[in-house]
Each structure stands twice: as C-alpha cells, then as structure tokens.
C-alpha cells in the first residue's frame, strides 16, 4: 500500500458520459497530480493542485476539470467521454519539491 | 524543453543474466531530479529511486544499480542476475527545479521480459 488511494479501481461507461475520479493522497502531502496512461501517449501529466489551488496544467482536455478539497482529496471529472479517453489514471502525491511522487494504484477507465 | 527518451522499446533476458536499461535526458535547468519506476503486470507504479542534479555518485540496492552520469546525459539502470519477478515497464522520469509544478516527464518506458 503506497498511502494514495484511488477509486474506483475500474470503470466501464459509455461514450458521452461523465465520471469522477477520486484520489486521497498520502498523509501529509499537500500536492497532487493526475497522469493519464494511454497506450499511444505514454504517461501524460494533467493537473496538479497544491493545498487545494490549482498550481500547473498540462495535456489536460477542457472536457476534463480537477479539484482538491480542504481535506486535500481530489477529483478527476471527465465528461462527454470518447473511445480514446481510455486510460489507466494516476494520481500522485508529494510533500517536497523533487521528492519521491508516490503513485496510487491508479483507474482504469474503459469507455465502450 | 525537458526530454526523456528510453531507446530501447523492449528488452527479453535469459533468468540470471545482467540486464541495462538506458535512459538520456535533457534539460536546460541546472538543478533537476531523475527518477526510475518500476510498473509491473499489476499496473502500479512503483518507486525505485531519486537523484538529484548534484548527486552523481552511483547507487546500489541489493540486484539493482544506477549509473549517472552528467557528461552524457544519462541515468541508466542495471539489474544484476535478473529474476522473472523482475519483468515490467520501467520507466525513467526527471523533474526540474524551476519547474513550478516540479511535474514528471516520463520517458516512453522499456518493457522488460526475463524468460526463466
């Protein structure tokens, strides 16, 4: 158990639907960052938020937002989904610049 | 602009042999961090190690070693008499310090196959 916590673990939907993501990070990390893992993409970064503030986008769609909340949790909502938005997505937690990112188990989103 | 390139796509050892991953990164940012992840079958991915831009001593963990070297651009990772336990993706990332969101920029990962 890495102390990052994702779920759900899977998720099966249909194109045009929404879904949310759901990360806890590891105690006493106040930054968190979502990766999409895509067979054609490789490893992607999408959001990162520290102490609830978004603080850097990356490859992030505009059907896709984020939030943390006061408990530091955050949410990945992905909405109008797309055959290619399949992916396992990663969360990641860290405490210090440059420090080890510890990776939750991550989603596996199949859009059918 | 930060790059990671893993060359070597895939790689497939005999059980026991020593087997090197490859990693060349750039970055025009003095202070910066490597990092090498493991992502097994399972799908998680599991931290193997940190080094940071000033730290260019070679690092040893039990079967596993890490080679940097500054010169070249590189931080390679060598697994020594391999195990079938040791077949995954590994990817290698590098983070820069000026970066304000210290994100990682993964390399494309080499899939590793020890066939016992």
């Known amino acids: 158990d890495s102390g990052v916590t994702q779920t759900p673990k899977h998720l099966i939907t249909a194109t045009g639907q929404r879904v949310t993501l759901r990360c806890s990070p590891r105690s006493g990390d106040l930054s968190v960052y979502w990766y999409q893992q895509s067979l054609d993409q490789g490893l992607q970064f999408l959001i990162q938020?520290?102490?609830?503030?978004?603080?850097a986008k990356g490859n992030i769609l505009e059907r896709f937002s984020a939030q943390q909340f006061p408990d530091l949790h955050s949410e990945l909502n992905l909405s109008s989904l797309e055959l290619g938005d399949s992916a396992l997505y990663f969360c990641?937690?860290?405490?210090?610049?440059?420090?080890?990112?510890?990776f939750g188990s991550g989603t596996r989103l199949t859009v059918v | 602009a930060q790059k990671v390139t893993q060359a070597q796509t895939e790689i497939s050892v005999v059980e026991k042999e020593d087997v090197t991953l490859d990693c060349v990164y750039e970055t025009r940012d003095t202070t910066y961090y490597l990092f090498w992840y493991k992502q097994p079958p399972s799908g998680e991915l599991v931290f193997l190690i940190r080094?940071?831009?000033?730290?260019?001593q070679n690092e040893i963990s039990g079967r596993y070693s890490w080679n940097f070297q500054k010169s070249t651009s590189s931080f390679n990772f060598t697994i020594t008499a391999s195990q079938v336990v040791d077949s995954a993706v590994y990817f290698c990332a590098l983070s820069e310090a000026q970066d304000g969101a210290n994100n990682l920029f993964f390399g494309t990962g080499t899939r590793l196959t020890v066939i016992p």
């Open positions: 080094r940071n831009s000033f730290d260019e």
């Open positions: 938020y520290y102490n609830g503030e978004e603080r």
């Open positions: 990641a937690s860290r405490n210090r610049v440059g420090y080890g990112y510890t």
